[in-house]
Structure formats: structure tokens, C-alpha cells
């Protein structure tokens, strides 16, 4: 499976669009990325996925560029109970890989 | 629809015992992972069940097991339990594997070994 890379954490004041970078530079064809979030001491929520188009629905939009090799996930309107750990995964989609978190970006939505 | 649920939400044991954590997976759901979360480590995958077969584990002793039940229950398992086993044990289920849909996670089993 392809790796990800994500920064350790992120700021963004309240009301504002916040944007989370993930890298995947060594991704595959046949590979989506997927989008989670954990708020503390919750399970992860899956929050969106995408091929290479964007995506949009009620919680966020990704963006993936056109090489594929990035993408970015939006918040248009950071609330406080946006502050959660985001992770990126990627992974195909036909296959029974074991899906596998990474360290994730803690994200602070500040006041 | 009821949610993935996970019995017990918490408990407390000692070196050396074992535990038993269960997960009820969404109605219809047929695959069931499981993921152990410490501060340290982070959510690290142990085993993923289909249709009452492991279809794949991850990198942890034998002392970890788990099983699936015909109505798509499962159970993992710990043996002789050390202090490093205290974390919080999620339970993920999905419709067919893993990785064909969305995960959706229960609120987990914290764990605590003395």
C-alpha cells in the first residue's frame, strides 16, 4: 500500500475553512484516498473518499491533484467540535488489504 | 440503525488474567476489524473477520485472538495479560471487507491491566 504523509498537527480559528494537507506521492492507480477523524476518546468516523475527482458532501471536500500525488481535505467551516485527529489512508478499494492509520494531523480549532 | 456497539466499555484486570471483548457490528455488516489504540503506538490494526474468517491480522503475539460468529459477532481475546496491553480496543465493521466501503467504528473497550 502506498504511504501517506500528513503534518503532526494543524491550528485554525473558529469559523474559518481549515485545510489538511496529505502527501501520497507513491500512490497507485487503483487507489483511493480516504479521509478519518477520531475526536478524543471516540472511535475514528469515517468523513469522505475520492478517486481522482473531487468530492464533496455534508462534512468536507477533497480535493486530489491532478498527479495524484496530494490531496487536501476542507473543512469550510471549522467549528470547535472539529478539533479531532484527521487521517489520510490509502488503499484499493477491490483488494483485502488491512487498513492501516498512520499518526494522523491533530487538528485545534481555536475561539 | 443501531451503531457498532462494544461490551464492556471498561475494565480493569491483572497480569497475568485474560479478557474477552465482544463487538456487534452494524446489521448487515459482515466483516469486523479490530484496532488497539495507546498513547504511543497510535490505532494499530490487530485483525480484520469475514464471514467467520480471519482475513488478515497484524504484528501482534499469539496472545491476541479473536473469533466472528455466524451472525457476524465477534470476540477477541487476550491472554496472560501484561501492563502493555492496557490500551483502548476499537472494533470497526463494514459492509463487505474492510476496505470496499467505510469503517464504521465502535466507541471501544478501554482496557487497564494492573
Known amino acids: 500500500d502506498a504511504k501517506t504523509t500528513q503534518p503532526p498537527s494543524m491550528d485554525c480559528a473558529e469559523g474559518r475553512a481549515a485545510n489538511l494537507p496529505c502527501n501520497h506521492s507513491?500512490?497507485?492507480?487503483?487507489?483511493?484516498v480516504y479521509w478519518y477523524r477520531q475526536i478524543h476518546s471516540q472511535g475514528p468516523q469515517y468523513i469522505i473518499h475520492?478517486?481522482?475527482n473531487n468530492e464533496t458532501n455534508e462534512m468536507a471536500s477533497l480535493i486530489i491533484t491532478e498527479d495524484r500525488k496530494s490531496s487536501t481535505l476542507i473543512l469550510p467551516h471549522a467549528t470547535l467540535r472539529d478539533t479531532a485527529v484527521y487521517y489520510c489512508?490509502?488503499?484499493?478499494?477491490?483488494?483485502?488489504?488491512?487498513?492501516?492509520f498512520g499518526p494522523g494531523t491533530s487538528l485545534s480549532v481555536i475561539p | 440503525k443501531a451503531g457498532v456497539t462494544q461490551t464492556p466499555r471498561y475494565l480493569i484486570k491483572t497480569r497475568g488474567q485474560q479478557v474477552t471483548l465482544s463487538c456487534s457490528p452494524i446489521?448487515?455488516?459482515?466483516?469486523v476489524s479490530w484496532y488497539q489504540q495507546t498513547p504511543g503506538q497510535g490505532l494499530q490494526f490487530l485483525f480484520e473477520?469475514?464471514?467467520?474468517?480471519?482475513?488478515n491480522k497484524g504484528n501482534f503475539p499469539g496472545r491476541f485472538s479473536g473469533r466472528q460468529f455466524s451472525n457476524s459477532r465477534s470476540e477477541m481475546n487476550v491472554s496472560t495479560l501484561e501492563l502493555g496491553d492496557s490500551a483502548l480496543y476499537l472494533c470497526?465493521?463494514?459492509?463487505?471487507?474492510?476496505?470496499?466501503?467505510?469503517?464504521?467504528f465502535g466507541e471501544g473497550s478501554r482496557l487497564t491491566v494492573l
Open positions: 489512508i490509502v488503499l484499493r478499494k477491490t483488494s483485502y488489504d488491512k487498513v492501516i
Open positions: 475520492g478517486l481522482k
Open positions: 446489521s448487515g455488516h459482515r466483516s
Open positions: 473477520y469475514f464471514s467467520e474468517t480471519q482475513r
Open positions: 470497526a465493521s463494514s459492509l463487505e471487507s474492510a476496505n470496499t466501503g467505510e469503517l464504521f
Open positions: 507513491t500512490i497507485s492507480g487503483n487507489e483511493y
